[in-house]
């Protein structure tokens, strides 16, 4: 069965088109990010080295691979990387062992640091409707809704996601009982603890970068007409046919049956959605609400591409050099940290263990024995790995400090202005990061807030929906200073609302009332 895309009235979406989204597109998609993925996670994988018979043996002592060695030569794995193949679809190379494997991901924590930095502590919603009793509870509302999705984990998987991929996309999925509501005549205004309720049964989905099939204006590629997302789902079921899908996805392979895999493919407008299982249509609808419920948001701008720039995709190379230099140093120390010895003339000298107190006994005036081996300082290659750390740091904007590695004096840090020179690069970084998922944010409230609307949930006007996101510091702070900057502030006629806010304390609605 193919795509029946009849429920969507606007033209500009064609069947050819989406079957090449879904059938060759996507594979191209998930192949590219999906090396993304395996850069940063750095997942082991069950691994035996294959030799010339056949027979599966594992020389090296490791019985598993990891991501990273995807970029490794074949001198050192043993095994021919092909472009669209993972980590474990290599060819095994004749007459080329598998040596030591080091693999450092240096990718990982600074991923993870510049997450701390941007989502480290909540983040506060701050209305700007021009109503003082509506702001606290448009407040509450998105509070609530965000606390629902995972609060501050939610914003960490975000940011995970789009600096891993580039960008993320947020779906916007109402419950049922506010679809429920669109079929209701009456505008009857609910009690604020039903409206909380509801609030908290819409759904925030992160979109991985594999699934995302975005159909873009053909004029203007940062307006969006439909969202497609393809994706392979696992099934609490057993299915005992052996297809390829079954076998891509079981974990148990020896069990005699594998977990059933479907083939998902989602399209949503602004007006009506479809969702098909292996080209089957399982479901379709309209939707009330008049816009895409997606929001995409950029890890970091970058013109003319959809996708935002990557903090993975730009330390590859670098990271595939320094594993490659620290598999080399470990190769030769394996071979030159342990004294090795070459005995000449002496009968039975393989079969004896050098020991203290040994002796050998000859009449070969011939016989010797010679030791050679032991490590070498080598400089040159202890500055090739340091120079390679310290560009991934000018890369990453991310340095050792921020993970609170200290290896030489900094002088006094004591200052926080010294401390921001210090971390220039990571925090002229964040504030880019700031504008780019705040800008994202406030979308997707003003979608939130929008449907609540004209699902008679809770009524908003335009200027109601207007949020602004404020991002705390991430670095300690002087609290006698702070106050005093409130204080000033205060006195400028900044409201004391807002100044309450940057200093972490949350409005309750009776002190506004």
């Known amino acids: 069965m193919g795509f029946d895309l009849g429920i969507f009235k606007d033209d500009g979406l064609y069947v050819d088109y989406v079957d090449w989204l879904v059938e060759e597109n996507s594979i191209n998609i998930q192949t590219h990010f999906n090396k993304f993925w395996e850069y940063y996670a750095n997942r082991m994988y069950n691994s035996y080295s294959v030799n010339i018979s056949g027979k599966r043996t594992n020389e090296s002592g490791r019985y598993y691979q990891q991501g990273q060695e995807y970029g490794l030569p074949a001198r050192i794995t043993g095994l021919l990387q092909s472009a669209d193949a993972g980590v474990l679809g290599g060819k095994a190379v004749k007459d080329v062992q598998r040596k030591e494997v080091v693999i450092e991901n240096d990718i990982a924590w600074r991923i993870n640091a510049a997450v701390d930095f941007l989502f480290g502590k909540p983040v506060s919603f701050v209305s700007k409707s021009p109503d003082s009793r509506k702001r606290a509870e448009i407040e509450m509302i998105l509070k609530a809704v965000f606390s629902a999705n995972g609060g501050i984990g939610f914003f960490q998987d975000m940011a995970v996601l789009g600096s891993v991929y580039g960008f993320v996309d947020c779906m916007v999925r109402p419950g049922q009982e506010i679809f429920e509501r669109f079929a209701l005549t009456s505008s009857n205004t609910l009690p604020l603890e039903d409206v909380l309720h509801l609030a908290q049964t819409i759904d925030l989905e992160l979109i991985e970068a594999q699934r995302a099939l975005p159909v873009l204006e053909e004029n203007d590629y940062k307006k969006m007409k439909y969202y497609v997302q393809h994706f392979y789902q696992k099934k609490n079921r057993i299915s005992n046919k052996d297809s390829f899908l079954s076998r891509l996805f ?264």
């Not at 989602?266 to 009506?272: H, Y």
């Not at 399982?282 to 701008?301: K, R």
């Not at 202890?382 to 030489?408: C, F, Q």
């Not at 300690?476 to 005093?484: D, F, G, H, R, S």
């Open 250 to 513: 079981s974990q148990n392979r020896g069990s005699g049956g594998n977990r059933q895999v479907a083939s998902v493919t989602e399209i949503i407008s602004a007006s009506a959605w479809q969702r098909y299982e292996g080209r089957e249509l399982v479901g379709e609808g309209e939707l009330p609400w008049g816009f895409l419920p997606v929001v995409h948001i950029q890890n970091m701008a970058q013109p003319f591409y959809y996708e935002g720039v990557s903090d993975v995709e730009v330390l590859m190379p670098l990271q595939d050099e320094l594993n490659t230099r620290l598999s080399d140093r470990a190769n030769r120390i394996t071979f030159q940290s342990f004294k090795m010895y070459l005995g000449k003339g002496i009968e039975g000298f393989e079969d004896r263990p050098v020991s203290p107190g040994r002796m050998w006994h000859t009449d070969n005036p011939e016989a010797s024995i010679e030791e050679f081996g032991g490590d070498n300082r080598t400089p040159s290659e202890d500055m090739h790995i340091a120079e390679i750390r310290e560009a991934m740091d000018k890369v990453s904007g991310v340095t050792p400090l921020v993970a609170g590695v200290l290896k030489n004096k900094l002088g006094n840090l004591t200052s926080a202005v010294a401390l921001r020179l210090t971390l220039m690069g990571m925090l002229s970084k964040t504030e880019r990061k700031r504008f780019t998922y705040g800008e994202g944010l406030k979308k997707v409230c003003e979608m939130v807030l929008s449907v609540l609307d004209k699902s008679n949930t809770y009524k908003t006007s335009r200027a109601d929906r207007e949020i602004d996101i404020i991002f705390p510091s991430p670095l300690p702070e002087n609290v006698m200073e702070k106050l005093q900057e409130a204080q000033i502030k205060k006195e400028l006629g900044v409201p004391g609302e807002q100044v309450l806010r940057e200093l972490g304390y949350e409005i309750q609605r009776e002190e506004i009332d």
